[in-house]
């Protein structure tokens, strides 16, 4: 049985991750199709490439790939976020601390369940420690029946705040 790797990033993974992107553009465009869309398929693999080579050596941002059988399954991107100047004003603590934020997480449909996701995740918070942050966090839609469970029961995150979002073109109240 192949063993789940986590790397960083890197140039000539655009294929891979535009090809896990492009999967969970589906799982999401179904998910919630009023947010979300599946990826313009054209200049994928080239925006892909160009976000591994500008993620290299970059030390506020975290751009992993995790691969099976020498192909890319899922990628996890991350930023580092410093304490804001204003922090002693805030009345969010963490606003004064190093924190990470998981921007993204994504697995193939193939490849869920395999160990990907926590491989991943693991690794982003082993990064968040080696820069001295104190927190990380994420966000995901309520609705989303593989990302709650897995951030809360598997990763243990807390959830801590709910985000309310209209449309306000709608015309509804």
């Given amino acids: 049985m192949a063993v789940v790797q986590v790397r960083s990033a890197q140039l000539g993974d655009g294929a891979g991750c535009a090809e896990v992107w492009h999967d969970a553009g589906e799982f999401f465009a179904e998910l ?5 869309r599946v990826p313009a398929g054209t200049g994928l ?4 490439d160009a976000a591994c080579a500008a993620a290299d050596g970059a030390e506020e941002q975290l751009f992993l790939v995790a691969t099976l059988d020498d192909q890319v399954t899922g990628l996890l991107l991350g930023r ?3 304490p804001t100047s204003s922090a002693p004003f805030q009345l969010d603590r963490d606003l004064g601390r190093l924190r990470v934020q998981v921007t993204a997480l994504a697995v193939t449909k193939k490849y869920r369940r395999t160990g990907a996701g926590t491989a991943l995740m693991e ?3 082993k990064w968040a420690l080696s820069r001295g942050a ?3 966090f994420l966000e995901t839609e309520v609705n989303n029946d593989l990302s709650v469970p897995f951030s809360r029961d598997r990763m243990g995150f807390e959830a801590r705040q709910v985000v309310f979002r209209k449309d306000l073109r709608s015309g509804e109240r």
């Fill in 123 to 125: 690794a982003a918070q």
């Fill in 32 to 36: 919630n199709p009023d947010r979300a």
């Fill in 45 to 48: 693999v080239a925006w892909f």
């Fill in 134 to 136: 104190e927190t990380i």
């Fill in 80 to 82: 580092l976020h410093k």
